[in-house]
């Protein structure tokens, strides 16, 4: 059973850089794609980022690309997200997921198999 946690949420300046994580505390080691998500205050969930179980594959929503960064280390059961250059339109909670297919389409719409709880995002000076 999957069972994601994310950590490393938090306040942080415009301009400034935070990195999430995200465990897989089941350490199902299925070969599993994992992505990421956000929701703003009154908003709709919306993608951020995914990676491939092999990591040769990462797709970014536009709004995010060139400043966000997917990384995984398998051994360690462990997905992270890299955000530089924040902008206040960047505050949320935001989650992962993991799915076992990488389908495009899908997980843009949020199909994903399986997901955390989610950590909080605050940009503000």
């Known amino acids: 059973q999957v069972q994601l946690v994310e950590s490393g949420g938090g306040l942080v300046q415009p301009g400034g850089s935070l990195t999430l994580s995200c465990a897989d505390s089941?350490?199902?080691?299925?070969?599993?794609?994992m992505g990421w998500f956000r929701q703003a205050p009154g908003k709709e969930r919306e993608f951020v980022g995914a990676?491939?179980?092999?990591?040769?594959?990462?797709i970014y929503a536009d709004a995010v690309k060139d400043r966000f960064t997917i990384s995984r280390d398998n051994d360690k059961n462990m997905v992270y997200l890299q955000m530089n250059s924040l902008k206040p339109e960047d505050t949320a909670v935001y989650y992962c997921?993991?799915?076992?297919?990488?389908?495009?389409?899908?997980?843009?719409?949020?199909?994903?198999?399986?997901w955390g709880k989610g950590t909080l995002v605050s940009v503000s000076s």
């Open positions: 990676v491939s179980w092999s990591a040769e594959s990462t």
């Open positions: 089941g350490r199902t080691r299925i070969n599993y794609v």
């Open positions: 997921a993991a799915d076992r297919a990488f389908i495009v389409p899908d997980m843009k719409k949020g199909v994903m198999d399986y």
